[in-house]
């Protein structure tokens, strides 16, 4: 291997791997090629200036690279960005609004004070912007980084019930000078989204690890619903996709000792006034409202499914479990706080209070945006004869 290669090898690989072939071509491949070229040219010459030169710009390469990679992932990120479809994102803000509009109410219902509506907008400016972020991120990249950043969410996770904020029993928050976060719930889109890329590369056995240290995690943490989530997100996942189905026996034992260990440690916590958001509308004498709520309710059920049903039209059924993750993530996050209303508080996907789950709403759904067919720039979907 040259010198401008050794030195910028990293950075060499991970744009092959990660850049569409025709951008690393245009970009980092024709750098690293200009390099040597000039690298040769000067350690030709046989003057020790010359060859002194050579060497300093040989020891340059890697920020050489670092620079040409930086504008080939924005060149992509713009491409991908074009095949999006944004409009996606105005019935989820429109859904939050309803729901802010829900704990407002009830809130006012139950005279006792409101959640606060400032930082609730604040955090739904930051979460659409992150959902904004993460619908224009190529799949190739999702897909290399989706396991790393599924690990270092359950890192997160584990040590925030060792050293987090406890409350009732359960240590699920960190504070951030007046906020208050909830690690799980943020970790919850790319622990899915490391599980499907995982199932997509048939690495059944790393996508299992994945899944005990999830649910050991949330046992920690002592959070019953999240563990729910991330055993039903990868009983889907496991479901689908080219021989996954042989995974899902042990992928169901796996969730099932994780959910009870944590069900063992869970100490149901109170359930919270602004928890209900939207569901709020539903109990109020104003019809028209209540009707909204069940339009919001049915928005953030419908998107991230439609995008789905899209994608099994674009690739065959059951054959892409990264692009299913984000859909079940969400899906499952809406499905399991109202099976559970009863007996275990928990926040609804863009309707509930609360700004953790507001933002890893949006990230979940820019995800399932990001890898839809059409931002993948895929063709139809044809049965062969």
Known sequence: MSAPRATGGFILRWGEAHLEPETYQRTLAAAAADLEHEVGALASQGTPEASAAARRLAARARWVYARVLLGAVAMDRQAAARRVRWWVLLPACVAVLLGILGGQLVASEAGVEPPPLVGTLVFLGVGATLGALMASTPRRILEGEAPGAAWLAVVAVAVTGLVGVAAGGASRWVRLGPLQIQIATLAMPFIGLGLGALAAQRRRGQALALLGAALAAMALTADLASAIVVAALAVGIASHGEGARR???????????????????????????????VLGLVVQSNFALGVLSFVALGLVAALPWGLWAQARRWRGPGSDPLALAPVVTLSASLLVPIAMAPWVPSVLPLLGYGGSALVASFLGLGAAMALSPRAAGRAPHTASM
Do not use: F, K, Y
């Not at 000792?257 to 100490?267: E, I, K, M, S, W």
């Open 247 to 277: 995974a899902v026996p042990e992928t169901l034992a796996l969730a099932l000792v994780g959910v009870g260990l944590a069900g063992l440690a869970d100490p149901i916590l109170a359930p919270s006034l602004g928890s209900e958001g």
